[in-house]
C-alpha cells in the first residue's frame, strides 16, 4: 500500500489547499447558446431525465455517459452535462467527487478495480492489488485502484475489469489481465463471475 | 392558501409542562421556555432540518437511542430530557470531535467572541481533550470570492452555507465535495462563488471559516456596537443591524424581520456600506464656478441656491430619486408648491399616472403584503426581475414554490431569473406590457380579442390562455407582482386600467392573501408618492391644486426654456431616466441645477450649479415607506461626515427663504406634520411604528384613502401594437442590482460593476454575422451603443437587450421610453 502522508505536511486531499481562480465567471447554469454538447452525449442525456420524475435523478448516469464521451468528467464534460440538464456544473460536481466511478481527474479509460475489502483482503486481495499495479506499470490508458467491496466475496480475492467481474483470481493472473484488456480481448473467461455456475437453476442453463 | 392551522400541545421538558406549536423542532419549542439546545447546523430560516451536527442531541422517554432536537416534531404528551448524564455525555463527545481537528486561532479569528462553537464548547464542551496528535492544517484564508474568504481549517461541516446556496438562493453553486472525512466546502473547478446573495453564509457560519473579506480584522465583536436601521439601496427596505466603531459602519448584518426580508440581506445591501467612507463621496457643498464645481461654505452654497430658485419661482421643477425619506419629500413638495409657487415635481421617471389610478392602486383591500407571496396559491411576477428590482423578494418567491408549493408565473420581457421555478413563463415584446394585460384580462373575462391583443404584445396566445387558466384556477389567493415599468410611458394609465381589471376578474380585493404588490423604481417610491412628491396629487394621493408637470415633462419644458430651475433630489437624470440626450440638453439650458448627491455622477458633474452633500443612510433620520404599505423608521447609527448636514434642514431653510413658516426642530416634528397633511397615516406614531415598521393598511386611519371615482373593470382601449422586428431588432433595457453609484465607489463592490453587453438570441447574432464576445453597435437614429454580444438561448429571437445604468454605453443613449426598433450591426 501507499503510503499515507500526515497531515502535518500538508493537505492530503486535493482541493483543500486550492483558492478559487479570480479570473473565472462564476459557474452558473451554463447557456445553451455558448456551449456547444455533441448531439448523441445530448440525446442520451435527456433520454435518462425522462426516465426520473425529478430529472436530478439522472445526474448519475449522466456523467457516466459524459465520461464515456470524455474519458473522464472534465470541467468540459461535467459543464456540457449541466447545459443539457440546466443545472450548475457545481451541484454536478458534488455528485461526481461524491462518488468513486466517477472520474473528475483524468485517468486511464480501463477501468481495473481490485477489491481489497475484509474478504479480498484476507484472500490476498491486496498482494492482487501490487501485482495489477506492476503488471499495469505507466500505462496511461489503465486506471487500475483498489476498490471498496464490489459485492463478490465469494469468488474472493476478486476485480472488476471494465465491469466484468473476476475471480478468485492468482497473483500470477494479473500479467494476463492486463495483456487481454491491452488486445481488447475477453478477460479471463473461465474466471468470469457471470459464467460461474451458482446455485441458480435459471444462470445454470444459460452458463 | 390559507395559513396552516398552529396548534398548540403540551409536553414535558426536563420535569416542566410546555405547550408549544404541534409538529414545530423540539429547539425551537424549547426557546419557548428558555432551554437552549446547542446547535450549529439548524437555522430554522434554511428550512428542513438536517441533522448533520449531531450536537443537539437529547432524550425522549420511548426512545431508546438519544435524538436530533433540531429534527423531531413536538407531539402531545412528549416527555423529553435536555440535561440527563447521557445527553451530556453526548453533547461533550460531539463538541471534543468537533475540536479535534479545529485550531486554537480564537485570537485572530473574526468571528471569535461572537462564535456559536465557542459558545457551544464553554457552555456544553466538557473542557478538556483526549487528543494530543498533531491537528490538520491547511494553507488558509483561501479566496472563496472576492466578497468571502474561507478558512477549511475552521470548518465544522455543518452544511449551513452550502445549504443556503442550495435551498436558498438556488443558485447552487457553493457546494461539498469529496465525502466523509475528505469533504470540503468549494465551487465548480476553481470559480468564484460570485452571486447576489452569496456574503449571507458568512452570516450563517457557526464557526470562522466563512469571513467577509472587508471586515476582516476591522474590529472585535466587543469594541463595536449594533444600530437597527433600514437599508435603502432599493426597495424591498430590508432591516439592518450597522456594526460600528469609532463613528464608522463595519459591517452590515440582517436583523431579522419575516415580513420584510425573512433575515437575508444581498451583498449589495450588505457590502454597500463602504460607500459611506470613501474619497469620491461628497462631503461639503459644490458650486460651479467659472465652469468648474468648487467646494465653498454651506452658507455661499445655500444663498446661491436660495437665489437660483426663487429667481426662477414659477419656473422650477424639482425630480426626485429614491433614496429621499418621506419627510424631506413632505418639506420639498410644500418648496415647490407653496415656496416657489412651481406644481412641476415628480418622483416617477416613467411619467404620470392618473390620480384615481393611484388610488385605486393604493386599495387597501388589494394590496399584498410580502408574506403574501409565500402562502399565496399563485404568484404573478409581472414585468419586472425581483432579483434586480428588489432582490430579496426573489428569495421570498422561491421559497414559496420550494417549501410551499407556490405556482409561479412569469410574465416578462427579458428572460428571468425565477424561470426555472416558474409553471408558466411568457415572454412578451418590451414595452408592450399594457397590451399583455389587455389581452389576459380579455382571456379572463372571456370576452375581447385574446388573439389579437396577445398578437399586440408579441406574445403567445396559447401561453396567455395557459396563464388565465392558471391564475384563475389556482385558487382564490393570487398576488401579482409588478413593476412601476408597466405604469411607465405616455400609456401608462391604459397599462394600470388593464392591470386593475385583472385583479377584479381574479376577485383579489375580496381574498385577504391576494392583491397586487408594486415594485417602484425608487427604493422609497411609495413613499414618496404618498408624501405628495407626484405632478398630480398633493400629500395623501390628495388633489394637488394645480397640476404639474411629469418627469417627462420636465425634462421637455427645461430643454424648451420654459423652466429655468431644476432641484434634483437624490437623483442624476442623465445618467437614471431614459432619453439621455433630452436630459443632456434639459440641464445644460436650465440656468440653476441644485442637487443633492452622495456621489459625483456624470449629469452632475457636467449640468450642476450647486450640490449639497447628500447624507448616507446611516446617517440619516426619517421613514420610508414599504412598497407593501410598511412604514420604516432610518435611524442615524453614525454622526454626519464632517461638513455634511442633515439634508430636511437644508430643504428647512430654503423653504424659510423662499417665505414658508418652518417650525420644526426635528425629523420627528416633520413626521407629525406629514401624518397630519396625509390622512391615511393619521394614526401613525413613531413609537409604534418602532423597530418593526407598521402597515398604515392596518390602522383605522385606512379608511381615510380617498376613494377612486372610477372602478374596475374599466372599458378599455385597444392598444398599439408591438413593433415588427423586420430586419431590425426590439430593444428591451433592464437595471441591474450593480447599477448604482454605491457599488462603483466600495472597494469591495467594485468587481460588480456592470459593463455594457448585448443579449442576442443565437438566430438573430446568425443572421447578423456574429458571434459570442465579438464588438457590434447597436444604432438608432444616429445615436449608437458599442458593447460585447453576450449570447443567450433564452433570449426570444427579434429582440435585443440592452442594459440601463451602466459605466459606459448605457442604453438611454438609445431610448426614450417608448418601444423602439434598433439596428445592430458589427463593429
Not at chain 2, 389579437?452 to 406574445?459: D, E, N, P, R
Amino acid at each position: 500500500m501507499t503510503e499515507v502522508r500526515r497531515f502535518t505536511h500538508g493537505s492530503r486531499i486535493p482541493g483543500w489547499d486550492d483558492a478559487v481562480d479570480f479570473s473565472k465567471d462564476p459557474a452558473v447554469v451554463p447557456d445553451a447558446a455558448t456551449t456547444p454538447v455533441p448531439e448523441h452525449l445530448r440525446a442520451e442525456i435527456e433520454e435518462y431525465m425522462a426516465r426520473y420524475p425529478d430529472f436530478r435523478s439522472a445526474s448519475i448516469p449522466a456523467l457516466r455517459a459524459a465520461q464515456r464521451e470524455h474519458g473522464w468528467c472534465s470541467p468540459l464534460a461535467i459543464e456540457q452535462t449541466a447545459c443539457v440538464m440546466g443545472l450548475t456544473p457545481g451541484y454536478l460536481t458534488a455528485v461526481g467527487t461524491f462518488y468513486d466511478m466517477i472520474e473528475t481527474q483524468p485517468s486511464g479509460r480501463q477501468a481495473i478495480y481490485v477489491c481489497t475489502n475484509i474478504s479480498c483482503s484476507l484472500r490476498g486481495g491486496d498482494a492482487i492489488y501490487s501485482a495489477m499495479l506492476e503488471a499495469a506499470a505507466d500505462d496511461s490508458d489503465l486506471n487500475v485502484r483498489h476498490f471498496e467491496c464490489l459485492g463478490a466475496c465469494d469468488i474472493a480475492p476478486m476485480a472488476s475489469v471494465n465491469g466484468e467481474y473476476v475471480g478468485p483470481l492468482e497473483p500470477s493472473d494479473c500479467a494476463t489481465i492486463i495483456a487481454d484488456v491491452k488486445a481488447g480481448r475477453e478477460v479471463l473467461p473461465d474466471k468470469q463471475l457471470r459464467r460461474r455456475p451458482s446455485a441458480h437453476t435459471i444462470a445454470k442453463q444459460e452458463s | 392558501m390559507p395559513r396552516p392551522e398552529q396548534k398548540m400541545v403540551t409536553f414535558t421538558l426536563d420535569g416542566r409542562e410546555v405547550s408549544a406549536i404541534e409538529n414545530s423542532m423540539l429547539v425551537d419549542g424549547a426557546k419557548c421556555v428558555d432551554v437552549e439546545i446547542p446547535v450549529f447546523c439548524y437555522d430554522a430560516k434554511l428550512g428542513q432540518p438536517v441533522g448533520a451536527c449531531r450536537m443537539c442531541l437529547v432524550e425522549v422517554e420511548g426512545i431508546n437511542k438519544l435524538q436530533t432536537a433540531c429534527s423531531t416534531p413536538i407531539r402531545e404528551g412528549m416527555v423529553v430530557n435536555t440535561e440527563s448524564d447521557r445527553v451530556k455525555e453526548s453533547q461533550r463527545a460531539v463538541v471534543e470531535f468537533l475540536l479535534i481537528n479545529h485550531p486554537l486561532d480564537c485570537p485572530v479569528c473574526d468571528k471569535g467572541g461572537e462564535c456559536p462553537l465557542q459558545d457551544i464548547t464553554f457552555g456544553w464542551g466538557g473542557g478538556t481533550s483526549r487528543f494530543i496528535e498533531p491537528k490538520r492544517h491547511f494553507q488558509k484564508p483561501l479566496a472563496l470570492s472576492p466578497l468571502i474568504a474561507i478558512d477549511r481549517e475552521r470548518c465544522i461541516l455543518c452544511y449551513r452555507c452550502v445549504r443556503f446556496s442550495q435551498e436558498v438562493s438556488e443558485d447552487y453553486q457553493l457546494i461539498l465535495s469529496e465525502r466523509g472525512a475528505h469533504s470540503f466546502v468549494s465551487t465548480f473547478d476553481g470559480h468564484p462563488y460570485v452571486a447576489p446573495f452569496s456574503a449571507n453564509i458568512v452570516e450563517l457560519c457557526p464557526v470562522g471559516a466563512l469571513t467577509s473579506q472587508a471586515y476582516r480584522f476591522r474590529a472585535r465583536p466587543w469594541d463595536v456596537e449594533g444600530s437597527g436601521s433600514i437599508c435603502t439601496l432599493c426597495p424591498a427596505q430590508c432591516n439592518v443591524t450597522l456594526t460600528v466603531r469609532d463613528e464608522r459602519v463595519l459591517r452590515v448584518l440582517g436583523r431579522d424581520h419575516d415580513e420584510v426580508d425573512d433575515g437575508w440581506l444581498c451583498d449589495k445591501g450588505r457590502f454597500a456600506y463602504q460607500a459611506m467612507h470613501v474619497g469620491e463621496r461628497i462631503t461639503e457643498p459644490l458650486l460651479r464656478d467659472g465652469g468648474e464645481l468648487r467646494p465653498v461654505s454651506w452658507e455661499r452654497a445655500l444663498q446661491s441656491a436660495i437665489s437660483g430658485l426663487t429667481k426662477a419661482a414659477g419656473r422650477t421643477g424639482a425630480v426626485v430619486g429614491g433614496e429621499t425619506t418621506n419627510e424631506e419629500a413632505f418639506l420639498l413638495q410644500r418648496l415647490m408648491r407653496e415656496g416657489l409657487d412651481s406644481p412641476d415635481l415628480d418622483s416617477r421617471p416613467g411619467g404620470a399616472l392618473a390620480l384615481d389610478l393611484h388610488r385605486a392602486l393604493a386599495d387597501p383591500a388589494l394590496s399584498a403584503t410580502v408574506v403574501d407571496i409565500e402562502f399565496a396559491h399563485a404568484v404573478l411576477v409581472l414585468d419586472c426581475e425581483p432579483v434586480d428590482d428588489a432582490p430579496i423578494l426573489d428569495l421570498r418567491i422561491r421559497k414559496g414554490v420550494r417549501r410551499k408549493g407556490v405556482k409561479l408565473a412569469v410574465a416578462s420581457s427579458r428572460p428571468s431569473s425565477l424561470d426555472a421555478n416558474a409553471t408558466l413563463s411568457l415572454r412578451f415584446a418590451p414595452g408592450a406590457g399594457e397590451a399583455l394585460v389587455a389581452a389576459l384580462d380579455a382571456a379572463l373575462s372571456g370576452t375581447g380579442d385574446v388573439d389579437g391583443l396577445a398578437a399586440s404584445a408579441g406574445a403567445d396566445v396559447d401561453q396567455v390562455r395557459e396563464l388565465a387558466a392558471l391564475l384563475s384556477e389556482a385558487g382564490e389567493d393570487v398576488v401579482v407582482l409588478w413593476g412601476e415599468r408597466l405604469a411607465h410611458g405616455p400609456r401608462g394609465d391604459h397599462a394600470v386600467r388593464g392591470l386593475l381589471n385583472v385583479a377584479s376578474r381574479l376577485k383579489l380585493a375580496s381574498a385577504d392573501g391576494a392583491g397586487l404588490l408594486e415594485i417602484p423604481s425608487g427604493a422609497n417610491g411609495r413613499g414618496l408618492r404618498e408624501s405628495g412628491l407626484l405632478s398630480n396629487a398633493g400629500p395623501g394621493l390628495g388633489e394637488p391644486g394645480r397640476e404639474g408637470r411629469d418627469t417627462p415633462a420636465i425634462g421637455a419644458a427645461l430643454a424648451a426654456g420654459d423652466l429655468t430651475a431644476v432641484y434634483l433630489m437624490h437623483c442624476d437624470p442623465v445618467r437614471d431616466f431614459q432619453d439621455r440626450g433630452l436630459w443632456n440638453r434639459a440641464l445644460s439650458k436650465a440656468t440653476t441645477v441644485v442637487a443633492h448627491a452622495g456621489y459625483l455622477t456624470e449629469g452632475l458633474i457636467e449640468h450642476a450649479t450647486v450640490i449639497f452633500p447628500a447624507e448616507a443612510y446611516a446617517e440619516k433620520e426619517g421613514t420610508f415607506t414599504h412598497p407593501d404599505g410598511r412604514i420604516q423608521r432610518l435611524r442615524p447609527a453614525i454622526s454626519h461626515a464632517r461638513g455634511v448636514r442633515p439634508e430636511w434642514q437644508v430643504l428647512a431653510t430654503i423653504c424659510k427663504a423662499a417665505g414658508l413658516e418652518m417650525t420644526f426642530h426635528t425629523v420627528p416634528m416633520v413626521f407629525r406634520a406629514l401624518v397630519d397633511a396625509v390622512p391615511f397615516y393619521a394614526d401613525l406614531t413613531l413609537d409604534e411604528i418602532g423597530g418593526r415598521g407598521m402597515r398604515w393598511q392596518q390602522t383605522a386611519a385606512a379608511a381615510n384613502l380617498p376613494t377612486a371615482s372610477d372602478r374596475a373593470p374599466y372599458q378599455l382601449t385597444a392598444p398599439p401594437a408591438a413593433l415588427t422586428p423586420n430586419g431590425s431588432l426590439r430593444l428591451g433595457t433592464y437595471r441591474s442590482i450593480w447599477a448604482g453609484s454605491e457599488v462603483a465607489v466600495s472597494p469591495a463592490l467594485k468587481f460588480l460593476i456592470p459593463h455594457q453587453q448585448v443579449e442576442l438570441s443565437p438566430d438573430d447574432a446568425k443572421r447578423i454575422g456574429v458571434g459570442h464576445g465579438d464588438r457590434v453597435e447597436v444604432t438608432y437614429d444616429g445615436a449608437a451603443v458599442n458593447a460585447q454580444v453576450t449570447l443567450r438561448a433564452a433570449v426570444p429571437t427579434g429582440t435585443v437587450f440592452l442594459a440601463e445604468a451602466t459605466d459606459s454605453q448605457p442604453a438611454n443613449l438609445l431610448t426614450n421610453g417608448e418601444p423602439r426598433l434598433v439596428e445592430v450591426r458589427p463593429a
